[in-house]
């Protein structure tokens, strides 16, 4: 990875890291592995180190505020706008059929192979070694992200599923309590029969937000596929 000044030590963790199952199922060799697990890793690192990073730079932001800016960051089209910037998609090892079927341009590819990456970089260099990588190559493009987290939360909830195809959204009152003058609905979110969240508020409106809002820190919304 000259390109972005990285040298592995492990160069089998960075070769892991752009290699698909497709490639690994059409060329079974004794400890060949694909990116599968560093994925799983990798994301967890991403999170923690855009964390820390919205942590330190916005000290006046809520919780969650920060819960909102992170999941804008760390969600597929950022992504994968990171990786082709860096041009993973090179670098991808893909089986035929992928190859063929247009996967070195997949979003969920792309985006797969930046979380695994940073998880090999991890193994490779711990830490230090992400943290220069993203101080580097991640962090100085974050504030292009603004307008993504800005954006309410119903219209963020209404995003996602509608990018996971996971049905219809829709809000019900569940109860109104309190004198008139100092009324607070309680409203709960669901998405097709399934209940993801609740919020209370002063005004539907705000029990509505407070609802997507809890619906949107459950991990199903952050699945990338």
């Not at 709960?188 to 407070?210: D, L």
Request: net charge negative; hydrophobic share 35%.
């Amino acid at each position: 990875m000259q390109h972005i000044g990285i040298q592995f030590q492990d160069v089998t963790l960075l070769q892991s890291a752009f290699t698909h199952s497709s490639y690994r199922n059409e060329h079974r060799k004794p400890g060949a592995k694909d990116n599968e697990r560093l994925e799983f890793l990798g994301d967890a690192v991403l999170e923690l180190s855009v964390s820390q990073y919205l942590y330190r730079t916005y000290p006046d932001s809520l919780e969650g505020e920060l819960t909102r800016m992170r999941a804008a960051i760390v969600c597929e089209p950022s992504l994968v706008m990171f990786a082709r910037r860096l041009h993973f998609s090179r670098y991808l090892r893909l089986g035929k059929g992928e190859e063929m079927s247009g996967g070195r341009e997949r979003s969920s590819l792309l985006a797969d192979a930046f979380e695994a990456f940073v998880g090999a970089l991890y193994l490779d260099q711990g830490h230090h070694g992400v943290e220069r990588f993203l101080t580097e190559h991640f962090y100085p493009f974050i504030p292009t992200l603004e307008d993504a987290w800005k954006k309410d939360y119903k219209t963020m909830l209404q995003e996602v599923v509608q990018r996971l195809q996971m049905g219809e959204l829709s809000y019900e009152i569940l109860e109104e309590r309190g004198p008139a003058h100092d009324r607070e609905f309680v409203i709960q979110v669901n998405v097709g029969q399934t209940v993801f969240g609740h919020g209370v508020g002063r005004s539907k409106k705000e029990a509505e937000q407070r609802a997507a809002e809890s619906a949107l820190m459950q991990d199903v919304f952050r699945e990338r596929e």
